[in-house]
């Protein structure tokens, strides 16, 4: 039979269960406000039971706290962070398609496309009716000067956006590999900490939430394994790669690129391989989060190669690389057939034409550079080229200088010839001068080049329309995707929460229930108390 003094056993089990379960509560309550907190639980249950060696058989033990348990799905962890890798790429991607947005659509306040170019035209038109005007003419290349000035200022803007996004790519990479190495610390001293039982519940909180985090960066898939013996091997891979394998991990390098894989792009981007010598695949299908939007934003995926087709089979996203190839590709069509107009007129001046041609005097040209110096920079090619017989400036070209700019101007760099902005006569109004001083039919086809389909058979409103449209549309996808996935995460928080977080009403239940089974604990034993003290002092006096 049992001990005479078993029932103290027993009672002091009870006592000790509460007592574990009021800590766990108040541990609970404790962090009600702390982020990424699960709530816990003591797990009890009915202790081993003796053998009385009566007619009863076995007797009750009492009751043994077995472990600590951290309330928490797996389930719902998986469907987050699947969730914020999408979120992180719509998010990162909608920053810059807003901002870029904005760059085209600032027509509806007067200061876009649409209101310079109708500028322009309409101080061509002016000129037309009175060509031999000086007043008139410095309007219309002043005119002329704010249109490049416009598509500068887009290309400059466009560039700080791919130089910000270069940034952010490397601000990404370097916190990727700060909670790799901290994932990898924490699973050390989980491992430590678990290797004889039970749970480091508050540091697998603290990895979650580095992985909560890691998620929302790049897309991870995780796996974590429990041997026979208890211990767990907790593995996060990126695409193929392993970034963190138990205690060990790998980091992403960063590296500045030997050759711009765009002319137009900024200088010191960033590209990313392995510490372990592999290459990182950037255009990997499979990589998503806030790194595969910058990368994304910054170099896009459809002119990844030459003449990379739009429709191209695989993943393609108009970049920054994209709007600023179309916006070079529109002012070299135009520069081009405006300055043909130019060079095939003559000189004119207040009295009126005065018969020089103007077939070496582009209208257009680069970065501020005279015609002189255009002219020399053709020499200087045709010469360092052994097969060209040497040529002066005199030997140039119209067609040369044609050619020459059209190949080197780009939307960042177009500007009006500074010959003809510091002497306005060189502006050729008409082709002929036996049209005197009402010659305009220069000025008439050049104004004319607003309904010629000059841009990949489109006229130029139209192309910049175009283009428009594609930014907006990109970034209202962006907006609509940040949407959707930001409401699917506070979805799957609140069901998070439900689980693992701590309800302070329920927290209050437990409190009082655990301090009354304490009382009851406590009770027994006063109650044995009472037993004994009437067997031992009271029994046979």
């Known amino acids: 039979m049992p001990s005479t003094f078993f029932g103290l056993t027993i009672a002091s089990s009870g006592l000790n269960a509460a007592h574990v379960a009021i800590n766990t509560t108040g541990h609970n309550i404790s962090n009600i406000e702390t982020k990424g907190y699960s ?29 600590i348990q951290q309330i928490r799905d797996s389930y719902y962890d998986k469907k987050y962070w699947s969730n914020q890798c999408k979120l992180g790429e719509a ?72 130089d910000e996004a270069n940034l952010q790519i490397r601000t990404t990479v370097n916190r990727i590999n700060t909670l790799s190495q901290n994932i990898a610390s924490l699973n050390l001293q989980i491992a430590t900490l678990e290797m004889n039982g039970g749970m480091a519940n508050d540091l697998r909180d603290e990895r979650n939430n580095s992985v909560d985090e890691l998620s929302q960066l790049v897309g991870i898939t995780l796996d ?76 896009g995926s459809n002119l990844v190669k030459p003449n990379y087709p739009e429709t191209a089979e ?16 529109f002012v070299k069509a135009y520069t081009e057939e405006f300055n043909k107009l130019q060079m095939k007129g003559v ?33 200087d090619a045709n010469n360092a080229d052994a097969n060209n017989t040497d040529i002066t400036k005199d030997d140039v070209t119209s067609d040369q200088i044609i ?81 959707n996935f930001n409401n699917n995460s506070k979805s799957i928080i609140n069901q998070r929460l439900m689980i693992s977080g701590v309800d302070k009403e329920e927290e209050g239940v437990d409190l009082v229930k655990f301090q009354r089974a304490y009382d009851l604990a406590s009770k027994v034993i006063n109650v044995m108390n009472q037993l004994y003290d009437k067997l031992i002092n009271e029994t046979g006096v």
């Open 403 to 483: 050619e020459y700019i059209s190949q080197n101007i780009t939307a960042g760099n177009a500007c009006v010839n500074p010959d003809i902005i510091a002497n306005n006569d060189l502006m050729a109004t008409a082709t002929q001068v036996v049209d005197g001083v009402d010659g305009n039919d220069v000025i008439l086809a050049m104004n004319d080049l607003r309904n010629q389909k000059i841009f990949k058979g489109r006229i130029a409103e139209d192309a910049i329309k175009s283009l428009v449209a594609v930014s907006s549309v990109n970034a209202s996808a962006a907006k609509s995707a940040q949407t």
């Open 224 to 299: 974590e394994t429990v041997s026979p013996t208890g211990s767990s091997v907790y593995n996060i891979k990126i695409g193929n790669q392993e970034l963190v394998s138990g205690t060990s991990y790998h980091t992403i390098e960063l590296t500045t690129r030997d050759k711009k894989k765009f002319d137009t792009d900024v200088e010191d981007l960033y590209e990313l391989s392995w510490d372990n010598g592999l290459s990182f695949d950037v255009e990997d299908p499979s990589l998503s989060g806030a790194l595969r939007g910058y990368i994304d934003i910054r170099d």
């Open 91 to 162: 998010s990162s991607k909608f920053y810059y398609m807003d901002q870029i947005q904005d760059q085209f659509y600032n027509e509806l306040e007067d200061v876009g496309f649409t209101p310079y170019y109708g500028n322009f035209a309409n101080a061509l038109d002016e000129l037309s009716h009175n060509p031999a005007d000086g007043p008139t003419r410095n309007a219309a290349i002043n005119a002329g000067q704010t249109f490049m000035e416009y598509f500068n200022n887009i290309s400059t803007n466009l560039r700080t956006y791919q």
């Open 314 to 329: 695989g993943r393609v996203y108009k970049g920054i690389p994209y709007y600023e190839k179309q916006l070079n590709e």
């Open 347 to 379: 000189k004119g001046t207040a009295e009126g034409l005065d018969g020089t041609s103007t077939a070496d005097i582009p209208f257009f040209t680069i970065k501020d550079m005279t015609t002189d110096e255009i002219k020399q920079a053709i020499v």
């Open 39 to 67: 709530r816990q639980q003591a797990i009890q249950q009915a202790d081993d039971a003796l053998r009385a060696y009566s007619s009863y058989g076995m007797m009750g033990s009492g009751v043994v706290v077995t472990d």
